[in-house]
């Protein structure tokens, strides 16, 4: 499992620019991509595997805006846009997820993006930081969906 996180990380870091990849639409497939491999582990039926794939990308292919820039823009409306992006990004899961009968920690996990993206530029690991925490949010939630269904 805590191998699991850390790719999830890794992926979203790579999504974030880590790696020079030729499109941004390739850039997302990668956490997809991990997470789906990661469904195939943990999850006990395709279904949720093929739910956290597709809705995962449906999440991503939202777009970024300019009140989603922290660091760069004012403190309370990086937090409350990232804390938004990331409902956005969870919620297509989560929704899909709790209509399976796995509970809600998918579809309001999303809201703490924010929150990570917060401390990581308060602990001076700015963007860096908050895409791998990103990362491993979502693992986590993947992971807490499962195992709680609440």
């Given at each position: 499992?805590?191998?699991?996180v850390?790719a999830?990380g890794?992926?979203?870091?790579?999504?974030?620019?880590?790696?020079?990849l030729?499109?941004?639409?390739?850039?997302?497939?990668?956490?997809?991509?991990?997470?789906?491999?990661?469904?195939?582990?943990?999850?006990?039926?395709?279904?949720?595997?093929?739910?956290?794939?597709?809705?995962?990308?449906?999440?991503?292919?939202?777009?970024?805006?300019?009140?989603?820039d922290?660091?760069?823009?004012?403190?309370?409306?990086?937090?409350?846009?990232?804390?938004?992006?990331?409902?956005?990004l969870?919620?297509?899961?989560?929704?899909?997820m709790?209509?399976?009968?796995?509970?809600?920690?998918?579809?309001?996990?999303?809201?703490?993006?924010?929150?990570?993206?917060w401390?990581s530029?308060?602990?001076?690991?700015?963007?860096v930081?908050?895409?791998?925490?990103?990362?491993m949010l979502l693992?986590?939630?993947?992971?807490?969906t499962?195992?709680?269904?609440?």
């Amino acid at each position: 499992m805590l191998a699991f996180v850390v790719a999830m990380g890794a992926a979203w870091r790579i999504r974030g620019g880590w790696l020079s990849l030729p499109s941004t639409q390739l850039a997302r497939m990668v956490p997809v991509v991990v997470g789906t491999v990661g469904a195939v582990w943990f999850f006990p039926d395709a279904w949720t595997m093929w739910v956290w794939g597709v809705s995962l990308y449906l999440g991503m292919i939202w777009p970024w805006a300019q009140w989603m820039d922290m660091g760069r823009v004012a403190e309370n409306d990086d937090f409350i846009g990232m804390s938004g992006r990331g409902m956005i990004l969870t919620a297509p899961a989560g929704l899909l997820m709790y209509f399976h009968g796995m509970g809600i920690i998918m579809l309001v996990g999303g809201f703490f993006m924010g929150l990570i993206y917060w401390i990581s530029w308060k602990v001076r690991l700015n963007t860096v930081g908050g895409e791998v925490g990103t990362g491993m949010l979502l693992a986590v939630l993947m992971l807490a969906t499962e195992m709680l269904r609440i």
